[in-house]
């Protein structure tokens, strides 16, 4: 894994030369405003310092194979790099900004770690007095190779992945990773630091919703029934109209449930947004003609079964339709307290009708965010927004993998 630092006069320029450094695989870490150094930094505007990651794979980078990239590899250039395989103390003092944001998750998992030995020492405390009644030949037990701290501490991470109900075979790819790049008796700090970051990378970074370059950009939501959907919708549209004083038209499909009809045409009301319902294919292409004019269209559809094979013939004409019509993004909304199995089958089902970004709901009604990790990585598509609770406008925040990661660590709800 590759961490590095850039600056620039603003965020963008910032992100802008780490990505053309690292390739545009890199992961944005951390962004902070930081004082030149010197004279400048009494005088000048504060500069913005970002800090990207990139991760490695068989010794080359991830996402640019650029010269730039390639020379950042080379043993001259990496004094201000940080990879797997440079010291511990060059990792532990340059890590310290992505420790702080773990907040106390590493007590937390310290503590459980000092647990876990205390009951260990206690049951050979135990073992030991039951031996001493037995013939000095049978308490002579095989010879075992003791187990180190490090691995003692892995395997509670681990451990804590599984309660957090990440499938084994995720969190096996995740310990690998560590154990193929790790050295003997690493600090726990460290080794905490690199698979909290690893796990950030695995999330990546979702494109969201983003403007068409020409007409309005359609924004399509699907979705099984009861995932809150209809909800979802009405936070986004009220942060784009409210928020960035954007156009927005709404759209609904949903002509199976008359009260998805009728919510969202009460929201559309009070965000004082134009709302059609959509019958016909033809009805499609005629609302986004209508709606040109408007910087985005927000289209609800019918949530269904993703076992009923004519619905999703019928989802994905409607698709079809939508995207010869203009600039078309899809988002499956899925709720965080669906069964991981049932998980697997919606997302593949709807991978027949369209590429997708993902949103999960109802983030409040679980304590375990490990389905949010398996879907990433079972689908290789990237999570855009999550919400957790009802509250419109509220409630709904772009996706943040730190702040995941970190619940998925501690397996401990946090606000």
């Given at each position: 894994?590759?961490?590095?630092?850039?600056?620039?006069?603003?965020?963008?320029?910032?992100?802008?030369?780490?990505?053309?450094?690292?390739?545009?695989?890199?992961?944005?870490?951390?962004?902070?405003?930081?004082?030149?150094?010197?004279?400048?930094?009494?005088f000048?505007?504060?500069?913005?310092?970002?800090?990207?990651?990139?991760?490695?794979?068989?010794?080359?980078?991830?996402?640019?194979?650029?010269?730039?990239?390639?020379?950042?590899?080379?043993?001259?250039?990496?004094?201000?790099?940080?990879?797997?395989?440079?010291?511990?103390?060059?990792?532990?003092?340059?890590?310290?900004?992505?420790?702080?944001?773990?907040?106390?998750?590493?007590?937390?998992?310290?503590?459980?770690?000092q647990?876990?030995?205390?009951?260990?020492?206690?049951?050979?405390?135990?073992?030991?007095?039951?031996?001493?009644?037995?013939?000095?030949?049978?308490?002579?037990?095989?010879?075992?190779?003791?187990?180190?701290?490090?691995?003692?501490?892995?395997?509670?991470?681990?451990?804590?992945?599984?309660?957090?109900?990440?499938?084994?075979?995720?969190?096996?790819?995740?310990?690998?990773?560590?154990?193929?790049?790790?050295?003997?008796?690493?600090?726990?700090?460290?080794?905490?630091?690199?698979?909290?970051?690893?796990?950030?990378?695995?999330?990546?970074?979702?494109?969201?919703?983003?403007?068409?370059?020409?007409?309005?950009?359609i924004?399509?939501?699907?979705?099984?029934?009861?995932?809150?959907?209809?909800?979802?919708?009405?936070?986004?549209?009220?942060?784009?109209?409210?928020?960035?004083?954007?156009?927005?038209?709404?759209?609904?499909?949903?002509?199976?449930?008359?009260?998805?009809?009728?919510?969202?045409?009460?929201?559309?009301?009070?965000?004082?947004?134009?709302?059609?319902?959509i019958?016909?294919?033809?009805?499609?292409?005629?609302?986004?003609?209508?709606?040109?004019g408007?910087?985005?269209?927000?289209?609800?559809?019918?949530?269904?079964?993703?076992?009923?094979?004519?619905?999703?013939?019928?989802?994905?004409?409607?698709?079809?339709?939508?995207?010869?019509?203009?600039?078309?993004?899809?988002?499956?909304?899925?709720?965080?307290?669906?069964?991981?199995?049932?998980?697997?089958?919606i997302?593949?089902?709807?991978?027949?009708?369209?590429?997708?970004?993902?949103?999960?709901?109802?983030?409040?009604?679980?304590?375990?965010?490990?389905?949010?990790?398996?879907?990433?990585?079972?689908t290789?598509?990237?999570?855009?927004?999550?919400?957790?609770?009802?509250?419109?406008?509220?409630?709904?925040?772009?996706?943040?993998?730190?702040?995941?990661?970190?619940?998925?660590?501690?397996?401990?709800?946090f606000?």
């Amino acid at each position: 894994m590759i961490i590095k630092k850039f600056t620039g006069k603003t965020e963008e320029e910032a992100v802008e030369a780490a990505k053309k450094e690292l390739g545009s695989g890199a992961v944005i870490m951390n962004v902070k405003s930081v004082k030149q150094k010197g004279l400048a930094g009494f005088f000048g505007a504060k500069q913005m310092e970002v800090t990207a990651a990139l991760e490695e794979e068989n010794g080359v980078q991830r996402g640019g194979q650029n010269s730039t990239a390639r020379a950042a590899l080379k043993p001259e250039k990496t004094e201000n790099i940080i990879t797997a395989q440079t010291a511990v103390d060059v990792m532990s003092e340059s890590s310290q900004n992505i420790e702080r944001k773990l907040d106390n998750l590493q007590q937390l998992l310290l503590n459980r770690f000092q647990q876990s030995e205390a009951e260990i020492r206690g049951a050979l405390g135990t073992e030991g007095q039951e031996m001493e009644t037995k013939p000095v030949q049978e308490e002579i037990p095989e010879e075992k190779e003791e187990t180190s701290e490090q691995e003692r501490f892995i395997k509670l991470l681990y451990n804590t992945m599984l309660e957090s109900e990440v499938d084994e075979k995720y969190a096996n790819q995740i310990v690998d990773d560590f154990d193929r790049t790790n050295k003997p008796d690493l600090p726990i700090d460290y080794i905490l630091s690199d698979v909290y970051q690893k796990m950030i990378l695995k999330f990546g970074k979702a494109e969201g919703i983003t403007p068409a370059e020409n007409g309005p950009g359609i924004v399509l939501f699907m979705g099984p029934t009861g995932v809150g959907k209809t909800t979802t919708i009405a936070k986004i549209a009220s942060n784009f109209i409210v928020g960035e004083k954007k156009k927005v038209a709404l759209l609904t499909a949903d002509t199976y449930r008359i009260a998805a009809v009728e919510q969202l045409r009460t929201y559309a009301n009070i965000l004082e947004a134009p709302f059609r319902v959509i019958y016909t294919i033809e009805e499609v292409r005629e609302a986004i003609q209508e709606f040109q004019g408007y910087d985005y269209i927000f289209m609800d559809t019918a949530g269904h079964s993703h076992q009923n094979e004519e619905q999703l013939g019928n989802m994905r004409k409607l698709h079809e339709a939508v995207q010869e019509a203009g600039t078309c993004q899809t988002f499956l909304v899925l709720s965080a307290t669906t069964k991981y199995r049932d998980l697997m089958r919606i997302v593949s089902s709807y991978k027949e009708v369209a590429e997708y970004q993902l949103i999960f709901t109802k983030l409040d009604e679980t304590a375990t965010w490990g389905n949010l990790l398996n879907m990433k990585m079972f689908t290789g598509t990237p999570i855009a927004f999550v919400t957790y609770g009802q509250n419109v406008p509220n409630d709904i925040e772009q996706f943040n993998p730190q702040k995941v990661v970190k619940q998925i660590l501690s397996t401990k709800a946090f606000s």
